[in-house]
């Protein structure tokens, strides 16, 4: 090698290593958007996959009722594949909670197909479930293994995690910001990762672009009539926001409680879903309508155009606490869209709101109660309904998350910042278990 060869050499590392001097975020970024761009094709893809799947499902048992009869015998199956072959990912969005608090060995692949044939035959016979649970699962265990090509050590895998939760919610519900704040916001109540915030945001919109490439269309809502933001408006909104709240917190507390009577009565574990699947069936067919199973989107709709009965969301929750306590698959999330917005709707009986608005706020506002997410349903909201409805909106979500305490559909979610002084304690524990 010539002097000047050595010469310009060296100049060159000097350059090299002057550029980063001056932007030492430049390969954080750069590292990240690589992982963020494979996260996103292949958590959206595999979304928009599982989201014209569990059309098809739908469409199908709409127009056979018949199949509803056989419920028990899926839920056999089911619980025959995760008892045999799927005990290690049986947690679901709990285990990738718990990966966020504290990474161990890498979550196996096999979560993302177990999850999504769980969920599909679930939705294909009958079972009341939502969709968010087996995307964000899909997504995780599709990342993780992004884990040992890229080198990530314990801290990266935590970012990680983050990402694939925000890229499988932003992509199964079209609400980007939303999911991206989800991700950020879902592990720990009241503090948010902000080491993370690229990576999630990242995720979230290029996953959110993949479904959308495949031609995969999201619902619409449409809120008609907005009041003017006044005194009266607020009160009523507070209002409620309490009625939210307690709604909330009252779904997680008896799903738990349900969960444990299931395996406290029925100790061998496939059986638990088959005795789920005959209660579901016989309501359905003793009732004669199946308004209460499957995600019930048109339901949500309709709480939108015309006030529905109270009755509605009371019968939609039990509906899924007995799908989802029994085993079942899929995910918590659009039934309680389902049942704060059919909430919301009824509560214009007693509260001087637009029933529309009313079904926005608590299409929100229940699931920030249930998941202690306020700021990323606040974001849902205005994606989802436009921004003139967000400061109703934001009330309902803060004070459902305030009155819902800190009971949480996630139980492997930690407390970060108490609500108030009496999880002061618990508090600075999962902080430091965190740390």
Known sequence: MSKNQRTLGKKAIFHTHFFFRKFPALPYIVKWLAISIIIGALVGTASAGFLLSLEWATDFRGSHWWIIAFLPVAGFLIGLLYYYWGKEVEAGNNLLISTIHEPKGIIPFKMAPFVYIGTIVTHFFGGSAGREGTALQMAGAI???????????????????????AAGF???????????????????????????IFPAFASA??????????????????????????????????????????????????????GSFFKSKIQYP??????????????????????????????IIESFEKQLPLYDFALKMIFTIVTLSAGFKGGEVTPLFYIGATLGSALSLFIPLPFGLLAGMGFVAVFAGATNTPL????????????????????ACVVSYL???HNSIYTQQKIGEAKNRRYENQQEKSISEFL
Not at 182 to 192: A, C, D, Q
Not at 270 to 282: D, E, T, W
Not at 376 to 395: D, H, K, N, P, Q
Request: charged residues 15%; glycine residues 10%.
């Open 205 to 258: 919109i290029l996953a959110d672009l993949t479904t959308n490439l495949w031609n995969v269309k999201h619902t619409h809502y449409h809120i008609d009539f907005i009041p003017k933001l006044e005194f009266f408006p607020i009160l009523y909104s507070i209002l409620a926001g309490i009625v939210f709240g307690i709604c909330a917190a009252g779904f997680s507390r008896i799903i738990h409680w349900m």
């Open 270 to 299: 496939p059986l638990r879903p088959v005795i789920g699947g005959i209660i579901i069936a016989l309501a359905v067919f003793a009732m004669g309508t199946t308004r209460y199973i499957g995600l019930g989107v048109p339901v």
């Open 170 to 196: 932003g992509s199964v519900f079209g609400t980007p910001l939303a999911g991206a704040v989800f991700g950020l916001e879902v592990f720990l109540i009241g503090r948010i990762r902000y080491n993370a």
């Open 376 to 395: 990323a349903c606040m974001l849902m909201g205005i994606e989802l309904f436009g921004s003139e409805c967000g400061v109703y909106i934001a009330i």
């Open 143 to 165: 990342a993780d293994q992004l884990s040992k090509p890229f080198q990530l050590d314990k801290n990266e895998r935590k970012t990680l995690m983050i990402a694939a939760i």
């Open 403 to 405: 009155l819902s305490g």
